[in-house]
């Protein structure tokens, strides 16, 4: 029987798993991508004591601290979670495994959205379509690519694409972007050098190309061409699980937690970027601090303190 | 007109300022203990993203990050902060400035609590009572010392003193320790080898000695001499420049905010250990999760977004 089995290994799941070891909880993480939205998020500024670290290099820091506390991190797919009548859980993986645990603390994070357009999916499979800026924007160097969105993450990643694609057109619904504004500032620089144009009120209706992506075509008439699309209109948090174990969603469809990250169910926890507890405020501090408190919450279930 | 005045400069203050700089508002720290309750810490071994880390040291990361944005640190102390009719506040400092700002972070952390023993004021001047072990503990190199509390703060304290004490009195006021179960295990070693003796069901009565403390007398009748006592029973919001402001506290005495760091009155944020938001879980990484949450809600107030 495990005491803590963290479903997800994003810097919620890390932070909750290096404060539930170190109060002698035996810990199992279960995650198949390590570090989560941190993992593509390029250089990270503000996470403090980090003066400057790239996404990825502070999370193979906090698994490394985990690990040097015995946490173990499974990359097995889980199928369902299942409430015992002793109110335990019962966690059946891909591969057929049955983890027994007195807790769960689900730190799943969400997923990007997708435009929802004919092809999206078949391009999406290294044909031209993309989700991350700052991952893969640096493959697309010379070339021209387009950014649907406006928001922090859209910025950034144009910031980091305009050092190598030769243009970037950037298609934003609203008529203005919504960035932290020190990104802002970052990509007037290369507005104003034209690298970056941007182009407001409008929405992609259509991608081009058979048997990869060739262009797009804009709700105001215009067609462009470009080498790569990148999509980046916000995320869904990863709610099936939760959802078939009886969690409660708020009413936008964000697993429902309390100050102390508890959900409706006993002896289950959340945190980080599938809930909504600070709104639309998600950072990598704020998800460290969520999975402290959840394994705090779960120690506390425990050990009826 | 500064944007945002960041009071008290531990990890809470700090990480407000690096959000809040990083909305590019014009952001004063004024704080006259660098680092708060975390320089105080010894090692910090719960902060994702470092193993180990003194508490010093990893404020100073921080502040060295906030100043590399340009954020302005003051030791200046406050008198008073005064609420102007056109919203923004006046802050004025014992060196008689008077600064003026749109919004507040009240970051102002706690204060250790105090036994109220007659001559206790007196023989904290240095003169043998103590109220940070970690601090000072390392101080008292081949001495006896008694630490008064059980909880995590008194017996990560003594795991340190331990090393340098010849002898620890550990006086707990109930049956038992409440330590994270981590350092209980270390404290456990002391207590086998008798270089900490604990002392249950028992409180401080007296302290003795003419120009320095030379003893204690407990609730159960016995006497011990000893080099330094260290009391580790808690601490108490600093709340005094809030209540004058006309913020709302919560039951037991800290600021009451929300979800997002809102305090009653427009414009005034707090977060950290000054309030009550995770219970009693107080940590570095929730501080600076709610400090940067703060920095978020002034910035939405300063920009009306």
Redesign the interface.
Known sequence: MTDVVVIGSG?TG??AA??AA???LSVLIIGDMLGGATSTAWTV???????AIDGYD?VV??K??VE?LGVALSTDKIVEINKNPNDTFTIITETSEEIESKTIILAVGAARKKLGLPKEDQFSMGKGVNYCTTCDGPLYKGKKIAVVGGGDSAVKGMNLAAQYADKIYSIVRGDAYKP???NL?RLQKFIDNERVEPIFNATVLELLGEERLTGIKLSNGREIEIDGLFVEIGAIPEVVLAQKLGVELDQYGYIQVN??METNIAGVYSGGDATN???H?K?I??G??????AA?SAFKHITKA
């Not at 500024?45 to 003066?51: S, V």
């Not at 460290?288 to 408190?293: D, I, Q, T």
């Open positions: 810097v890390l932070s290096l404060y170190r109060y002698e500024e503000n996470y403090p004591g980090f003066e502070l820091k906090m490394e601290q040097k932290e504004p020190i500032v100050n102390m507890f600070f709104g405020f950072q501090v704020t460290c601090a969520m999975g402290s408190v705090t």
